[in-house]
């Protein structure tokens, strides 16, 4: 079972990311992320150090 404390932290973590503060979701985040945008024809990959 979720605990209530949890729950409130992915919602954060989930906000900031909707929101563009990224920082927060960084540790859940994998090391390589290929975002596919949507009418474009170029990925933009983002290598997290």
């Not at 079972?1 to 503060?21: D, H, P, R, V, W």
């Amino acid at each position: 079972m979720t605990s209530e404390s949890s729950i409130l932290k992915q919602k954060y973590i989930a906000e900031s990311f909707y929101n563009g503060n990224f920082e927060p979701a960084f540790n859940y985040l994998a090391a390589t992320i290929e975002w596919n945008i949507v009418g474009e024809k170029t990925k933009l990959v983002m290598i997290l150090l």
